[in-house]
């Protein structure tokens, strides 16, 4: 390792030592830094221009601009750095996203109960690729929630990046920001597949499954509805309340599509013959999604994967179990 990369691996332990990680922060005195803006810089070169030649030149209206400038420059400095002390950052549970996709990070910007606002707030989350700043104004005693876009990479579990928030209000001759690391992580499910088959070609029956024993069972399950008796419906079929009588028998009439059900298996669905171990996780987690979407009476849908068996059932927190369990899911041996 070089001395460069020692010396700088050195500065980042103790800079990060500094700001404890955390899913809130309170701005104060202790984590602002400020410092003149170009701008800044250029002003405070003129007024020292402005003062020598004042001095040189005995010119008293040289010196009362020169003051002048510098004490609106001290001014700008306490303003500036008091437009972010006191503000007060959350963020709200991360959500998941697909590798490739953007995350959306909501943070809630709080100004406090003072009598100022909070002026030219810039957000931005500190990645390889940053997307442009967000610009946001509070009134005074105001709470206002912010959506940061943040590429993901790899799928897995990671760490949030690095929000920075900054501000150059009034004058924009200093510049006030602060860094914060967020102790939340995020899962980022495996990417989507766009050349997946449908969903469809990997439904089987829970009775054909099962052997001749679990059709005669299916056959002889009772079902919703009612129709005329047919003959051969089984006895307990018949709707003996609802029939008129000997010649008018009504039975209860089965569903089409009983007993089906979607396994989606990492080693067996014949979709996955010969993909590697990621195309496959992809194409999994394709067909969940299409599964949990499916129209009219759809079947549940369970996943196999080479260390964990997940049940089949339907909803919104059982696809998310199943991508979470993809997008943490290690290669076979």
């Not at 104004?137 to 928030?165: D, K, N």
Request: charged share 20%; proline share 8%.
């Amino acid at each position: 390792m070089s001395v460069w990369r020692r010396v700088r691996t050195r500065w980042l332990q103790w800079w990060w030592s500094r700001q404890p990680a955390g899913d809130e922060l309170l701005l104060t005195h202790r984590n602002l830094y400020i410092l003149p803006s170009r701008s800044g810089w250029s002003l405070a070169a003129v007024t020292l221009v402005l003062l020598v030649a004042s001095i040189n030149e005995e010119v008293n209206l040289g010196y009362a601009l020169a003051f002048a400038l510098a004490g609106a420059a001290l001014a700008a400095l306490h303003q500036t750095h008091d437009n972010l002390r006191g503000l007060r950052l959350r963020l709200q549970p991360p959500p998941s996203a697909h590798a490739g996709e953007a995350l959306v990070l909501t943070v809630t910007l709080d100004g406090g109960a003072g009598p100022r606002g909070r002026h030219g707030l810039r957000l931005q989350a500190l990645t390889d690729d940053p997307a442009p700043a967000l610009e946001v104004e509070l009134a005074a005693g105001e709470a206002q929630w912010v959506e940061l876009s943040v590429p993901t990479g790899a799928r897995g579990r990671h760490p949030l990046p690095r929000i920075g928030v900054a501000s150059a209000y009034p004058l924009g001759i200093f510049r006030v920001w602060a860094w914060w690391r967020p102790a939340s992580e995020t899962l980022v499910w495996p990417a989507l597949d766009r050349q997946a088959p449908p969903v469809l070609t990997q439904l089987v029956g829970q009775a054909d499954a099962a052997g001749p024993s679990a059709r005669h069972q299916q056959a002889d399950s009772v079902p919703e509805g009612l129709r005329a008796y047919q003959r051969g419906d089984p006895m307990h079929w018949i709707a003996w309340k609802k029939s008129g009588g000997r010649e008018d028998l009504v039975s209860r009439e089965r569903l089409p599509e009983s007993g089906r059900m979607l396994w989606l298996d990492y080693a067996h669905s014949p979709g996955l013959m010969g993909l590697s171990h990621e195309a496959r996780l992809s194409r999994l987690a394709t067909w969940l999604r299409e599964a949990e979407t499916l129209d009219g009476p759809a079947p549940d849908y369970g996943l196999v994967l080479p260390a964990e068996r997940i049940p089949p059932a339907r909803g919104a927190s059982h696809l998310r179990h199943c991508l979470d369990a993809l997008a943490e899911c290690g290669a076979p041996r």
